[in-house]
């Protein structure tokens, strides 16, 4: 099951998936963030730190949306911590193309020092 | 070899199940650290695969037959629907972000994380076969 929590804050969007994303819950993730997107927040964080796995039909979703949300002016950066979920993302290559921080401090910088 | 066999139906509601089953296996048999993280999703993609273009989403069965010991561990599903058909498509993330489509992916993670990737049809069968060995 997935539960998708959405908080705001500085301008920026964190988004927290908690459980799994798989075929079944995948409309879940993909309806909120584009709910995001529509209303003109982009400036995103994934926090991935209660996410237990992510199958492909989520890592499409990332794919499908990334170039939209960057022509808009912002980012969707991944805050990852579980080795299970950094493997995924590093198994096909989103660690060269997305932007991955430890920790959610970190991952926040990136907007607050481009705000500034 | 230790064998643990089951029939499940083709939906998506059981991915979760034959996940976690996968992870346990793993767990039991292997202290492979990467072969538990990213193994159970590769049998849960071939699943998935299934159901979406074997069965169409519309039902049906598939019999899974899960083979471990401390060396490897091999996984392989027997199913009716369409004859399976593998595109041989080289991946490139950067131009699937450019095109927007995230399709495909699954099939990729598979051919990622399998050591063997094998499948076929016989006595009116589909079936996947997909071999991990362990790393000490």
Known sequence: MLEVKTEISQGVVFLRPRGRIDPLTVDDFERELERNIKEGRVKIILDCSELEYISSAGLGVLIGHIEEIREKGGDLVICCTTSRVYQIFDLLGFTRIYRFFPDIGAALRVFVDEQS | ?136
């Open chain 2, 1 to 136: 070899m230790n064998k643990v066999k089951l029939k499940v139906p083709a939906s998506y509601e059981f991915l979760g199940p034959v996940f976690y089953l996968t992870e346990k296996l793993v767990e039991l048999f292997s202290s492979d650290e990467r072969a538990l993280a990213i193994f159970p999703l590769a049998v849960q993609e071939i699943m998935a695969n299934i159901i979406e273009h074997s069965y169409e989403e519309k039902g049906g069965e598939i019999s899974i037959l899960w083979e471990i010991n401390r060396d490897l561990i091999r996984v392989e599903f027997s199913f009716g629907g369409k004859r399976v058909k593998i595109p041989e498509v080289e991946f490139d993330l950067e131009r699937k972000i450019k095109e927007r489509k995230g399709r495909g992916l699954g099939l990729e993670i598979v051919r990622k994380i399998a050591d063997e990737l094998e499948y076929g049809y016989r006595g009116g069968k589909n079936w996947w076969r997909i071999t991990r060995r362990f790393r000490s």
